[in-house]
């Protein structure tokens, strides 16, 4: 499995991005799909994350009704739309994968990773 994530960028506070991350795969309908992310001089967080068929999704407390996941099988693709970002959401954003059980929050437990787009929140 190969993921590549892109969408990341400079944007002022309040404003909004979608990330998007590619994945191969012809199984691709099966994974469960996440988002994680590294601020600077901080570990690596999990944001979000979904089900295979997007039915069941899963946010950190802090981007609760600001950050929507989703995917799209058809095309292997999943998203983040990221509303009202704050200047604490600046990190690279990671998408990983795992190809089988249910949503985690751990990182360990995310067998494939893709490289990283950074996001940047500031005026």
């Known amino acids: 499995v190969q993921l590549q994530a892109s969408g990341g960028g400079l944007v002022q506070p309040g404003g909004s991005l979608r990330l998007s991350c590619a994945a191969s795969?012809?199984?691709?309908?099966?994974?469960?799909l996440a988002w994680f992310r590294r601020a600077p001089r901080k570990e690596r967080d999990f944001v979000s994350a979904i089900d295979w068929s997007g039915g069941s999704t899963f946010y950190v407390d802090s981007v609760k009704g600001r950050f929507t996941i989703s995917r799209d099988n058809a095309e292997n693709t999943v998203y983040l739309q990221m509303n009202s970002l704050k200047p604490e959401d600046t990190a690279v954003y990671y998408c990983?994968?795992?190809?089988?059980?249910?949503?985690?929050?751990?990182?360990?437990?995310?067998?494939?990773w893709g490289q990283g787009t950074q996001v940047t929140v500031s005026s």
């Open positions: 990983a994968a795992r190809t089988m059980g249910g949503l985690r929050t751990r990182g360990s437990e995310y067998a494939y």
């Open positions: 795969g012809r199984t691709f309908s099966t994974y469960v």
